[in-house]
C-alpha cells in the first residue's frame, strides 16, 4: 500500500513547453483533486474528480487539463506553461465524502 | 462558498510553551482536517475528526460543530513542532486555511 505516489518532485519548464503531473493512488478512493500552493495564498484547487470518468473544475482551474480514466490514475496536464504557473502542486485522495485525505509529496514546478 | 479562516497567521513560541491555533469556517461541515506541512516537506495529516476532541501525543484537537470552530493545541511544544498548521474544511472538495507558521525556539 504506497497511498498517493506524485510525480516528478521537482520540474524545471521553458515558457510555452508542456508537462504532465502524475498521481496514483491504490487505496480504491473516489475522490481525487490537485491544488497549487503558493506564498501566502494557501492551497487552492486547481481540478477535482469523483471517481473515474468524472472531473470538475476548481477554483484555479485555467491552465490546466485533467482525465479520470482508471479510479487509480489522475494526471495533470499543463499544455502550454506560464511562469504564472510557478507553485508547488499536490495530489490528494480521498473516499467520498468526511474522510480522511492522503497527500502526494508535492511537486515544485518553475516555469522560465 | 465555505471560507476556512486561521490564526494567528505566524506564531513564535518558546520550548516548553503551550500553543493554540484557531480555525473557523463559514459552512456547516460534518469533519474538519488538522494538516502538518514542514519546510520544503510534504504534507502529513494530524487529524480528521468531526466532535468532541481527539489527542495524539502532545498534539489535542477540538472542534464545536454549532459554533463552526476548531483549535489544534500543542503541549510542551518543541523545535521540531515548527512547521505550518492547515485547517481543512472536511466536505469534498476541501477547502484549505492559509495556514498559521509556528516557529518554536529552543
Known amino acids: 500500500n504506497a497511498g498517493v505516489t506524485q510525480t516528478p518532485k521537482f520540474q524545471v519548464l521553458k515558457t510555452g513547453q508542456s508537462m504532465t503531473l502524475q498521481c496514483a493512488q491504490d487505496?480504491?478512493?473516489?475522490?481525487m483533486s490537485w491544488y497549487r500552493q503558493d506564498p501566502g495564498m494557501g492551497l487552492r484547487l486547481i481540478h477535482y474528480?469523483?471517481?473515474?470518468?468524472?472531473?470538475d473544475q476548481g477554483e484555479v482551474p485555467n491552465g490546466y487539463n485533467v482525465s479520470r480514466s482508471t479510479t487509480e490514475d489522475f494526471p495533470l496536464r499543463l499544455l502550454s506553461a506560464a511562469p504564472s504557473q510557478t507553485s508547488v502542486y499536490f495530489c490528494?485522495?480521498?473516499?467520498?465524502?468526511?474522510?480522511?485525505?492522503?497527500f502526494g509529496q508535492g511537486t515544485r514546478l518553475t516555469v522560465v | 462558498k465555505n471560507e476556512v479562516e486561521q490564526s494567528p497567521q505566524n506564531l513564535t513560541a518558546q520550548e516548553g510553551e503551550f500553543i493554540t491555533i484557531n480555525c473557523s469556517y463559514s459552512?456547516?461541515?460534518?469533519?474538519l482536517h488538522w494538516l502538518q506541512q514542514h519546510p520544503g516537506g510534504g504534507i502529513v495529516s494530524l487529524f480528521m475528526?468531526?466532535?468532541g476532541k481527539k489527542k495524539h501525543g502532545r498534539l489535542i484537537a477540538t472542534i464545536n460543530i454549532q459554533e463552526k470552530h476548531s483549535s489544534l493545541h500543542i503541549t510542551a511544544s518543541h523545535p521540531r513542532d515548527s512547521a505550518v498548521y492547515i485547517c481543512?474544511?472536511?466536505?469534498?472538495?476541501?477547502?484549505f486555511g492559509k495556514g498559521t507558521r509556528l516557529s518554536v525556539i529552543a
Open positions: 475528526l468531526s466532535s
Open positions: 481543512v474544511s472536511g466536505n469534498t472538495p476541501l477547502v
Open positions: 490528494a485522495s480521498s473516499l467520498a465524502g468526511n474522510t480522511e485525505a492522503f
Open positions: 459552512v456547516g461541515i460534518s469533519a
Open positions: 487505496m480504491n478512493h473516489e475522490y
Open positions: 474528480s469523483v471517481g473515474a470518468g468524472i472531473t
